[in-house]
């Protein structure tokens, strides 16, 4: 983290950042992400429905929430399963700075809940799993936290996956909008998100109560802690945040903490700028080729003599002619 320096409440706003703050008196730190142009390119590349967008948008500013938290190179992969009109999104941050995503979906069934006006996140995205992956490169073991998706949508996931996984108290708050130019010129669209995490220095303030395992006795009370009194305020704090105010690009992240937790004294760090990036190239295509059987690879080339490879992120295409695929010798 970088180090905090003294900052007017009045700063102007910035899009494509995200910006950590920690609040001492209530052990609480987190980051706040704004998203706008960055969005808006990574949204570009296929011709997604609106509700489709504003589902791809919530999971890249979950996405750059959890990876802008990564302290080496590497990435932080959020993927979803699920049995929705949209039944995967895929977001990958390369860290410290690059976001890239993609969503697929079932045209037909994205249209019939446009036409019901039942387009919520959550109900798009519908049942199944989130995984998230951190992946530290070729030298290291991956780390993979999988939790269920229950229809509630991507926030409640999250808060599901760190009680579970983590045992951290946390709350996190998801907004995307679309923002409408006028004079007929082509829409925008915004995100914003907040991650807050209870991270005291006597772990045992932080205990939470345990699940419920599923197979206890009919009657069985359920495991019950009391909350610590600063979690209370600040998760109490958190849930006055409206997605007004994450979206409103003449808010700056310094005024909009200020306004959650100034009575506490809250401390910004320097913000960190996001881009959209695709990190495909034709030597990374070519090597994922190599990685398939001489046979498989035969079986990839078309009428045309030809291999052709589509990134489902940015929809570049590469072309690759049979030879150059098969090796001379396996021609």
Request: hydrophobic letters at 40%.
């Amino acid at each position: 983290m970088t180090a905090a320096r003294s900052r007017s409440a009045k700063d102007e706003a910035q899009d494509d950042i995200v910006t950590a703050f920690q609040v001492d008196a209530l052990d609480l730190r987190g980051r706040v992400v704004r998203l706008g142009s960055a969005l808006d390119a990574v949204l570009a590349h296929h011709d997604y429905p609106a509700s489709v967008k504003r589902v791809l948008g919530e999971a890249v500013a979950l996405a750059v929430l959890l990876g802008s938290s990564l302290k080496f190179e590497g990435r932080f992969i959020l993927q979803t399963q699920t049995d929705g009109p949209v039944d995967m999104v895929v977001a990958d941050f390369v860290s410290p700075d690059k976001i890239r995503a993609y969503a697929r979906f079932d045209k037909d069934a994205v249209a019939a809940a446009e036409q019901r006006n039942d387009t919520a996140p959550a109900v798009l995205l519908g049942r199944g799993h989130l995984a998230m992956t951190i992946d530290q490169g070729l030298s290291a073991n991956r780390y993979q936290g999988v939790v269920a998706l229950d229809g509630a949508g991507l926030e409640a996931a999250a808060h599901e996956y760190f009680q579970q996984s983590e045992q951290i108290p946390t709350r996190v708050r998801l907004a995307v909008g679309e923002e409408v130019r006028p004079g007929g010129k082509a829409s925008s669209w915004r995100a914003g998100g907040l991650l807050a995490q209870f991270l005291p220095d006597d772990p045992s303030r932080a205990r939470m109560a345990d699940l419920a395992p599923g197979d206890a006795p009919e009657g069985t009370a359920p495991h019950r802690l009391d909350e610590d009194d600063a979690w209370a305020e600040a998760r109490s704090l958190t849930a006055t945040l409206e997605d007004v105010e994450l979206l409103d690009k003449d808010l700056s992240s310094e005024r909009l903490l200020y306004r959650l937790f100034h009575e506490r004294g809250v401390r910004v760090f320097d913000p960190l700028a996001i881009g959209a990036h695709c990190s495909c190239s034709r030597e990374r295509v070519a090597g994922v080729l190599a990685s398939f059987t001489v046979e498989e690879r035969r079986g990839m080339i078309q009428d045309d003599g030809k291999v052709t490879v589509t990134c489902e992120f940015c929809g570049r295409t590469y072309g690759f002619p049979a030879e150059e695929v098969l090796g001379h010798g396996d021609a």
